[in-house]
């Protein structure tokens, strides 16, 4: 019998012509790569000329995380019935990628320490310039463990 291969979710992001941009800025934040990328183009947009040379589908990498966007013209809306969650490996880490993603968006919560239990880990949440809220996370520098304690 045939086991099939273990299904892997790709999160799509959609944009309003900004698609391009909003990948270099996350891999910026994150690191990462594009792993392939298409453009509309004057035979294939079929939402008017604004859409040629726009992003069709792109795929790209942020860490081990495949994912995929596109420039899609329809009703612009805010992405809000999708966060992003990234765990950083540390605060320091974690508060340039955040200082990166408020770049013309806004603060939702500052990077603080969860409440307890869960108060080993800091998090805050920001809303970007292209309207997606990102969950970044780190270790609470006060709950590492120390040498002694391993």
């Known amino acids: 019998m045939n086991t099939p291969a273990p299904v ?13 941009e909003a990948i270099r800025a ?20 079929k939402k008017g000329p604004q859409q040629v040379g726009k992003v069709m589908h792109a795929e790209f990498c942020l860490g081990a995380t495949r994912m995929a966007a596109g420039d899609i013209f329809d009703d612009p809306a805010e992405n809000g019935a999708v966060k992003l969650m990234i765990h950083m490996e540390d605060m320091a880490r974690a508060k340039q990628a955040i200082a990166l993603l408020q770049e013309g968006g806004q603060a939702i919560s500052p990077l603080q320490p969860h409440p307890a239990p869960d108060d080993g880990g800091c998090g805050s949440e920001t ?16 709950k590492v463990p120390s040498s002694k304690d391993r």
């Open 8 to 20: 892997q979710v790709i999160p799509y992001l959609s944009f309003q012509g900004n698609c391009e």
């Open 26 to 45: 996350y891999i910026a934040a994150f690191g990462g790569e594009v792993l392939y990328l298409s453009r509309w183009s004057v035979e294939t947009a």
């Open 127 to 142: 809303r970007d310039r292209f309207g997606y809220t990102w969950i970044i996370t780190c270790p609470n520098p006060d």
